[in-house]
């Protein structure tokens, strides 16, 4: 097989959830240099699985992030990438950038189901109560932990 089939095929067991598998196949494509060499036939997504798969499952954290990041560069048009950027960021807990990378993703695909179930997750943030102070001013933080607390009590089924 080559280097290319090695790499669709790992990206495949990552999106079947078999990611021990699919790391290893993409750790293998990553660390073979006459794949770097041969790029053309290689997906640049592939990068962004192994990518989140370090952040995720081998606790590797600064490396998964920046393979992330280099395949957003690479291919700025593709919304797996830029999906699986969101998530290790949010692994990270960097919201922004998950935040980011998810509207990035929505914009080039709007329909995404991945990118919306994870913005679900997420939730969304209310803007801040006070617009020209940062989020992370006090009086921003206090008054929006006071509109969360008055905020009215959601309606129970019957």
């Given at each position: 097989?080559?280097?290319?089939?090695?790499?669709?095929?790992g990206i495949e067991l990552c999106k079947e959830d078999r990611w021990n598998e699919g790391l290893d196949l993409l750790t293998q494509v990553f660390n073979t240099s006459d794949a770097r060499a041969s790029s053309g036939e290689l997906?640049?997504?592939y990068l962004s699985y192994l990518g989140y798969g370090l952040v995720r499952y081998?606790?590797?954290?600064?490396e998964g992030l920046a393979l992330c990041e280099q395949a957003v560069k690479l291919e700025f048009y593709q919304v797996d990438s830029w999906f699986n950027l969101a998530r290790a960021a949010a692994v990270l807990g960097e919201r922004r950038k998950a935040v980011s990378a998810l509207d990035r993703a929505l914009k080039l695909d709007?329909?995404?189901?991945?990118?919306?179930e994870l913005q679900s997750e997420m939730g969304q943030r209310r803007i801040p109560v006070f617009g020209f102070l940062s989020r992370d001013h006090f009086l921003n933080r206090l008054f929006g932990k006071l509109r969360h607390d008055l905020r009215p009590a959601p309606k129970q089924r019957a």
């Open positions: 097989m080559t280097a290319g089939q090695i790499a669709r095929r997906p640049i997504s081998k606790n590797k954290r600064r709007p329909e995404h189901t991945p990118s919306l």
